[in-house]
């Protein structure tokens, strides 16, 4: 079965210093897609990046990237140059050969100044 | 700019009462998710639609929940009798296909006294 792990609760990060937030994944299909989701205090679902398993080229989205490393079934977040507007839960998510996006448990960031 | 609405964005209601969750997806997506999140569960899919034809309820307790695609603009969820532990935030999605990004509405939090 389909698995997100995400083992840190809660990150803290200073202004404009770089964060990774961890996430493994276990699937045992060939084609996959890795998301990352920013869930603010204010409640809603904002996506920031997504990897499919065949791209060889890590995501790269603003401030935002991708490490994906397919052998370990990893797909870290970066956050490079936090800003305070940056303090959120992140949450990984991973779709398989369905629709279905199965979620982690989700890392809270604080951003200090 | 394209969103996914939906209504109520807040609900309180007693035990044994209708609830009625409204979703407009993005205009053009071709599938729509609900989803409950909670401390505890954290984010749970309940069913999922494409074409307006619902593909899996498996995540949803039958006997009280439903899910509709009324038209392509309108997906419902409703809950009836509800239940305290009914309470949470619901939230739609909607997506254009299998392994592609699903974009999510503001969701509906419920509380069920």
């Known amino acids: 079965a389909q698995k997100i792990t995400q083992t840190q609760p809660g990150m803290f990060v200073q202004e404009k210093e770089a964060v990774t937030l961890d996430c493994t994944y276990d699937?045992?299909?060939?084609?996959?897609?890795l998301f990352w989701y920013k869930q603010p205090s204010s409640g809603e679902m904002i996506f920031l990046i997504y990897?499919?398993?065949?791209?060889?080229q890590n995501a790269t989205e603003g401030r935002y990237s991708l490490n994906f490393q397919k052998a370990r079934k990893s797909a870290n977040l970066v956050i490079s140059a936090s800003q305070l507007g940056d303090s959120a839960m992140y949450f990984c998510a991973m779709s398989d050969n369905t629709d279905k996006l199965i979620f982690g448990t989700g890392t809270r960031l604080q951003v200090f100044p | 700019d394209a969103r996914v609405t939906q209504t109520p964005r807040h609900k309180v209601t007693e035990m044994g009462q209708e609830v009625t969750m409204r979703c407009q997806p993005i205009?053009?997506?071709?599938?729509v998710f609900w989803y409950r999140q909670t401390m505890m569960q954290g984010l749970e899919l309940l069913a999922y639609?494409?074409?307006?034809?619902?593909?899996?309820d498996s995540g949803m307790p039958k006997d009280r929940f439903s899910a509709e695609m009324p038209d392509a603009t309108l997906a419902t969820l409703k809950i009836q009798p509800s239940e305290p532990r009914d309470s949470a935030v619901y939230f739609c999605a909607s997506g254009t296909g299998v392994e592609d990004t699903q974009y999510f509405g503001p969701g509906t939090r419920l509380t069920v006294l």
């Open positions: 990897q499919g398993s065949y791209d060889e």
């Open positions: 639609f494409r074409n307006r034809a619902p593909l899996d």
């Open positions: 699937t045992s299909d060939q084609s996959y897609g």
């Open positions: 205009l053009g997506h071709n599938t």
